[in-house]
């Protein structure tokens, strides 16, 4: 069993100090900063931080994450604060949980036996300003509590993630679920997490990877803009057999560009009507994987983006906003271009859906920009002069391109924790991390 906790004063430190104790594994996520009520957390509690500095994302993706959820509080009294979004939090994605009072130690050893499974077991309550005494109630609790679970066998859940090398990948290595166990291939092997280096275009060497891994769900990102019918098409048909073969779950990132751009906006029922070549092959792969015969998710996401640090098309708008390139963007081409790490962040909830996360997804930040829109939010962002970017449009190009590929997102919306930040919520974000360094 792995102890998740947001590490907070109170209950959430105790749990994280008993897990030690006991010699159980912890984790979970705390607000970006380590921020707690007596400061930020020491480094030796293993805690990610989350995109946000409020606690409200902690307690969600915490909950989420976990198979069950176990609060510690006094009887008297309402629940209130993250407590109650906790058990709000776990109600609405169907995840048990109970409310425990610190005399009520049979009643939650008889919870805990009866569900099956637990691997990871979120454990929340108040804070120690809300509840004085709660660090010694819930470390007197959970130690006699856990206990005897200490040499309980975990069966992780094993992740193999495609195209390690790749901007999506490296994103959804660091926001992985604690207690997951994530492997990683590349063409060259490693990739920041267990990796191995594999040509997926070999049906022989993606046999052998999968049967080495043995994966319960295979998140295939691994795609080729040059050579596409071997590295989107082939690749996709030997991974997608090869999940079959050892029954693993996939999630295939697909593309707005599989959409025809003429009848935006386009609903996850929206199939797909190709007119670039990219987009074609990328067609071709989400037929593949729908065909594969097994428990298929496909994902299809639009322009992936980070200002700060800038990816790669970030960083060559910014060198045509500082006169080293002459930058032309089309002012008539519509995408949704999305925070890479709010799709790496949902990509994983949509795998914490289990079965019922099958079908098509759609992610998308809310705001629709052209690519000169896109790139006069960059100069916003760092305080530059638009005018150096050169606006042109696809009709001058006469490039075939979909010209209007808005994406709905109704069923993310409707199921997954994480909202997709909009671009302004970037500029405003990366305006704020720029001024902090210069002080």
């Avoid at 409200?56 to 009294?77: C, H, K, M, Y």
């Avoid at 090398?165 to 990683?184: D, I, N, Q």
């Avoid at 799709?343 to 079908?359: F, N």
């Amino acid at each position: 069993m792995i102890i998740i906790s947001g590490g907070q004063t109170g209950v959430d430190r105790a749990a994280l100090d008993v897990a030690a104790k006991l010699g159980l594994k912890s984790g979970g996520w705390c607000p970006r900063g380590r921020l707690a009520e007596d400061g930020p957390l020491h480094p030796d509690y293993p805690l990610r931080e989350t995109l946000a500095e409020t606690p409200e994302q902690r307690t969600v993706w915490n909950t989420f994450d976990s198979d069950a959820t176990l609060i510690i509080a006094p009887r008297e009294g309402a629940l209130q604060g993250g407590s109650r979004l906790a058990l709000q939090t776990a109600k609405q994605y169907g995840r048990p949980a109970l409310v425990a009072a610190p005399e009520g130690l049979e009643e939650a050893a008889s919870w805990l036996d009866s569900l099956s499974g637990v691997r990871l077991l979120n454990i929340a309550g108040p804070r120690a300003s809300e509840w004085h005494g709660a660090y010694p109630a819930a470390t007197a609790f959970l130690t006699a509590l856990l206990e005897g679970r200490v040499r309980d066998p975990v069966s992780l859940p094993r992740v193999l993630i495609t195209g390690g090398s790749g901007f999506l990948a490296r994103h959804l290595v660091e926001a992985a679920p604690s207690g997951w166990e994530v492997y990683v291939t590349t063409r060259r092997g490693g990739g920041g997490a267990a990796g191995a280096a594999a040509e997926l275009s070999d049906p022989a060497e993606v046999g052998s990877l999968f049967a080495s891994v043995q994966p319960s769900v295979v998140i295939h990102t691994a795609y080729g803009a040059r050579y596409g019918d071997r590295d989107i098409v082939a690749a996709t048909r030997h991974v997608a057999s090869a999940a079959r073969g050892v029954g693993a779950r996939l999630i295939h990132i697909s593309s707005d560009m599989v959409l025809d751009g003429e009848s935006a906006p386009f609903e996850e029922s929206a199939e797909p009507a190709p007119v670039h070549e990219y987009g074609r092959w990328k067609s071709s792969a989400e037929a593949l994987a729908r065909e594969a015969g097994t428990a298929t998710s496909i994902v299809r996401i639009s322009l992936l983006t980070r200002f700060s640090p800038p990816d790669p098309r970030t960083e060559w708008v910014l060198s045509g906003l500082r006169g080293e390139v002459k930058c032309e963007l089309f002012t008539d081409e519509l995408r949704t271009p999305t925070l890479v790490e709010d799709a790496a962040r949902q990509v994983w909830e949509i795998v914490g859906l289990g079965g019922t996360a099958e079908g098509v997804w759609h992610l998308a930040n809310p705001e629709a920009v052209s690519r000169y829109a896109l790139g006069c939010l960059v100069a916003a962002a760092y305080d530059l002069d638009p005018r150096l970017l050169v606006a042109s449009s696809l009709q001058q190009s006469r490039a075939v391109r979909p010209r209007d590929l808005r994406l709905l997102t109704a069923r993310a919306d409707r199921r997954l924790p994480t909202r997709s930040r909009t671009l302004s919520e970037l500029v405003s974000e990366c305006r704020a991390q720029t001024r902090s360094n210069f002080n």
